[in-house]
């Protein structure tokens, strides 16, 4: 099965799995070989998650509007501008299902 993920060509290291929420993601993550790598079903989901870490930490800002009741959120990003294009590749990598025996 192939699935892709996100190479830091420098480095050879890999983007990892986002660390959860508290409204921090992927974005605030940076390329390492001590984690699960984030693996995407297609290269096109790699290639627009790298945009958007591309563009800087994205933080995302829940506001409660107590006139209508909505839960309105806003989205501010932190420029990084040491992140570079042109150190960064979409990668395949091939998925093996090894079952073991049972006994």
Known sequence: MMMYAILHRPTDKLMPEGPG???RGFTH???TDNRKPRLFS???A???A???WLKGKVKVVHIYDSYDGDDDERW???S???RNVEDMEIVG???TIVREDKK
């Open 21 to 23: 929420r508290g409204n």
């Open 80 to 82: 990084c501008p040491e």
């Open 29 to 31: 993550c940076e390329p």
């Open 50 to 52: 790298l945009g958007w």
């Open 76 to 78: 501010e990003t932190t």
């Open 93 to 95: 990598v091939e998925l």
């Open 46 to 48: 790699a290639y627009c």
């Open 42 to 44: 297609t290269s096109h």
